[in-house]
């Protein structure tokens, strides 16, 4: 399975997108407590392992690349904290692939790893609302062979021993920042960004007569200025690489992320945000995950603010065809 990512899970949640036409919200993932069942009970909780500092992963048995990475640096840490003779850290690994890892083939799985692992599945819908609690995602579509793809967020959620999300890592980041979040989270520091958990937004206007999946879209903001959105290179597909490009002249109004919600299907939270504009023009890179749908289209939100720092929205269509 190729690297999976989560953009900016620690900004806003995915269930923030409403229908309102003049004002709309963006509120932050909070993490929380939360059940689901494992390999050797059926009743656990989160809140079971308070006192502990907590790793949760989500990923599956089968996943060939990225979850034996990711087990393997949490592996060197339990490691560590065991020859400092600590036993104050516990590893959650939830599978998001349900259909193949039974409590057997978990409790097998945690056992070929040393018993590191608490491991545990649920159906989709409450695997859906527990990773959503922490920004992340997953998705499944089946192959032409029949066979089923799965990506998943590749972060690692750490839990303070009073149960507080106090950080995120990505699999691939160096080991001695793995260990700093644990001796962090021992002591109650959040390390996640400090932001309102809800921001007012106001709507600068919408332009679902133009799809970015095939050519520029515009927009005119209220100071007059052009707003120009362009995703590259067509056609736009899942799991393929684009950039995004919002240009502008405007002084009073700067691009700042883009929001992808899925319409027929919950693919969960995508929002990358822009870089540094050059001459009035900012961009990313984003590559959106594999869905069911062949067909799929995107509720699209840019967000900007103004020069205030407050935070205002222009709405786009996006449909995209694998």
């Known amino acids: ?22 004002k709309q919200s963006l509120n932050r993932p909070t993490g929380g407590d939360f059940s689901i069942e494992t390999s050797t009970s ?73 018993n590191l692992f608490i491991s545990a599945t649920a159906p989709d819908e409450k695997l859906r ?28 959620y750490v839990i303070s021993p009073s149960g507080l999300w106090v950080n995120s890592l990505k699999y691939d980041r160096p080991y001695e920042e793995f260990l700093k979040a644990y001796q962090d989270a021992k002591k109650e520091i959040n390390s996640l960004p400090k932001r309102p958990l809800r921001v007012e937004m106001n709507s600068l206007g919408k332009n679902d007569s133009c799809d970015l999946g095939k050519k520029t879209c515009s927009l005119k903001l209220p100071d007059g200025s052009l707003l120009e959105v362009t ?68 509720k699209t939100r840019l967000v900007l603010s103004d020069e205030s720092s407050n935070l205002h929205f222009a709405e786009f269509l996006l449909e995209t065809q694998d």
Not at 4 to 18: D, E, Q, R
Not at 59 to 72: A, E, I, L, S
Not at 259 to 284: A, C, H, K, S
Request: hydrophobic share 35%; with cysteine.
């Open 129 to 156: 609302e527990i990773i959503a609690l922490y920004g992340g995602h997953f998705s499944k579509v089946k192959n032409n062979l029949g066979r089923t793809l799965i990506d998943h967020s590749d972060s690692v």
């Open 1 to 22: 399975m190729r690297k999976i990512v989560t953009y900016f899970f620690l900004l806003f949640s995915l269930n923030s997108f409403s229908h309102a036409t003049e």
């Open 231 to 298: 995703l590259s290179p067509y056609p736009i597909k899942t799991e393929k690489e684009f950039t995004i490009s919002a240009k502008t002249p405007s002084k009073k109004f700067t691009p700042k992320l883009m929001d992808f919600v899925g319409v027929e299907q919950n693919m969960g939270l995508i929002r990358p945000e822009f870089n540094n504009g050059l001459q009035g023009t900012f961009t990313t890179k984003i590559d959106l995950p594999i869905c069911e749908q062949r067909k799929m289209k995107w």
């Open 42 to 114: 059926k009743d656990f909780k989160l809140s079971d392992l308070k006192g502990n500092v907590a790793f949760i992963y989500f990923g599956y048995t089968r996943c060939p690349n990225v979850c034996p990475m990711t087990v393997q640096r949490l592996k060197k840490l339990q490691k560590t904290i065991e020859q400092d003779k600590k036993n104050d850290a516990r590893f959650l690994f939830i599978s998001v692939d349900n259909a193949v890892d039974t409590p057997k083939i978990l409790k097998r799985y945690a056992k070929n790893n040393g």
